[in-house]
C-alpha cells in the first residue's frame, strides 16, 4: 500500500474495521450519507437532517438558545473543575475560594468563567424566552415544549440560586437568609419546605451542603433531561420557528 | 332453553375469566408497585428531615436583672436577642428582622434598632417606625434561673409590653 498518495491515510482510516464498528456510513459525497451522519449519530440524531436557509439567519432565532446550550455547557466543565478544590464544609468553603482566586493556577480564570457563564446563561435563556414570546413559537405544535421551555428557566434559576450559598461569604449568607424567608410565606408548606431546603432554621453547614449537592447534582441531572427533551422537540414540532409568518397558519413545517 | 349449553359461550365465558383474573392480578401488580413508590417518597422526605440541630439552644443566660439598668441595650450575638432594661422593667426582643431575617443592629446615637438589608427601624420595643418590616419585633419570654439569673427563651414569644420585673 501506498501511503505518500493524497490521502490516502485518511482512506486507510476509513477502511478499517475499527473505524467502521463506529461509523456505518460512507463519507459525505452523497445526499443519502449527509443524511446518515445526522440520524446515525447519537449528538446530532436530535437535530432535523435538512434544515430550511432562513432559519441560520441570525435575525431568525438570534441564536439565544444556542447561546444559553454553550453556557450551560462552559458551565458544566468549569463548575467540575473547581469541585476539584472546593470542600462543602464551614470551616473550608470560604478558605478554598480564596485558594482559587489566589493561589490555584488558573483558578481565578476558572472561578470567574463559571461566574460570568452564569450570569450569560441567565440573561441568554430570559432573552430566548422573550424571543420565542415574540415570534408566537409557544403556539401548537410548540406548546408543550414551551412549558419544557419554563420547567428549564426555572431550574436555571435554581442553580444560579443554590450556587451563590457556596462562597459562603457574607453576600451569600444574608442572601439565601433573605431568599429562604420568602420561601416562608409559601401557603401551608412554607415553613416546612424551608426546613428541609435549610435542613434546619438557619443558614448553617447543614444548608451549605444541601445546597452543594443540589447546585452539583440533583439540578444538573434535571437539567440535562429537561435540555434533552426540549433540543429534541424542536425537530419533532417541525425546526425553529422564526418571526410569525401569517402564512404558516397551517400549521406546516417552518 | 336452559338446559341446553352452547360450547361456544363457554369458551368465551371461560376467555372472560381468564381476562379478569389476569387483569385483577395485573391490578394488584401495578398498586403494589404503586404503593412502593409512594412509600419511598414519604421514606425520602423522612430522611431529609434532620432529627438533630446542632443550632444554638432557644434558652440561655442573659446576666443578673441588675446588669440592665435603664437605658441598657445589650446584643446577645449567637442567640440573635436584645436585651433592654427600661424605666418598667427588663424585656427581651428577637433580633431577626421581621421583613427577611436580616439581623438588625441597635443604633445607640439614635436610639432606634435598624436592619441594615433594606432599612427597617424599630423602636426600642419593636414597634415598626419605618418600614418594609411588616410586623413588630417579637418580645421574648424572660425568667430567672434557680440563682436569680435571668433566663430568656426565644422560642417563646410573649405580648408586647409584658416586662420582667425583678
Known sequence: ?????????????????????????????????RALIVFENLFLHVH????????????????LGGVTLVATAVLFVSGIL?????????????????????????GLFLRN?????????????????????????????????????????????????TGYLLPWDQLAYWGVSVGTNMVREAPFLGEKIRFLLLGGNVVSANALLRFYVLHCV??????????????????KDGGVQGPYRPDEETGEES | MPDVIDPAALADENENEET????????????????????????????????????PASRFTAGSAGDYGEGTVRFHKEQKTFVIGGPAGIWALSAVCTHLGCITRHLSDEGVIACP???????LEGNVIHGPAPRPL?????????????????????????????
Open chain 1, 1 to 33: 500500500m501506498n501511503l505518500q498518495r493524497p490521502g490516502a491515510i485518511a482512506e486507510y482510516i476509513r477502511g478499517s474495521a475499527v473505524w467502521k464498528s463506529i461509523v456505518r456510513h460512507g463519507p459525505p459525497d452523497t445526499n443519502r450519507n
Open chain 1, 48 to 63: 432535523p437532517v435538512k434544515v430550511r436557509e432562513r432559519t441560520l439567519k441570525f435575525s431568525h432565532t438570534y441564536w
Open chain 1, 82 to 106: 473547581l469541585m476539584f478544590y472546593y470542600h462543602p464544609s464551614v470551616p473550608l468553603a470560604y478558605r478554598d475560594m480564596k485558594e482559587l482566586a489566589f493561589v490555584v493556577d488558573n
Open chain 1, 113 to 161: 468563567l463559571h461566574r460570568w457563564g452564569a450570569h450569560l446563561m441567565v440573561i441568554a435563556a430570559f432573552l430566548h424566552m422573550l424571543r420565542v414570546f415574540y415570534h408566537r413559537a409557544y403556539r401548537p405544535p410548540r406548546q408543550f415544549n414551551w412549558v419544557v421551555g419554563v420547567v428549564l428557566m426555572s431550574l436555571t434559576l435554581g442553580l444560579s440560586y
Open chain 1, 218 to 235: 440533583v439540578l444538573p441531572v434535571a437539567l440535562i433531561l429537561f435540555v434533552s427533551v426540549h433540543v429534541w422537540r424542536i425537530r
Open chain 2, 20 to 55: 379478569s383474573r389476569r387483569n385483577f392480578l395485573g391490578k394488584i401488580g401495578v398498586g403494589a408497585c404503586a404503593a412502593a413508590m409512594a412509600g419511598s417518597v414519604v421514606l425520602t422526605l423522612d430522611y431529609l428531615n434532620p432529627k438533630v440541630l446542632f443550632e
Open chain 2, 117 to 123: 438589608c433594606h432599612g427597617s427601624r424599630f423602636d
Open chain 2, 138 to 166: 417579637p418580645w421574648l419570654e424572660i425568667q430567672t434561673d434557680a440563682a436569680g439569673n435571668l433566663m430568656v427563651d426565644t422560642s417563646v414569644v410573649v405580648p408586647k409590653g409584658k416586662v420582667f420585673r425583678a
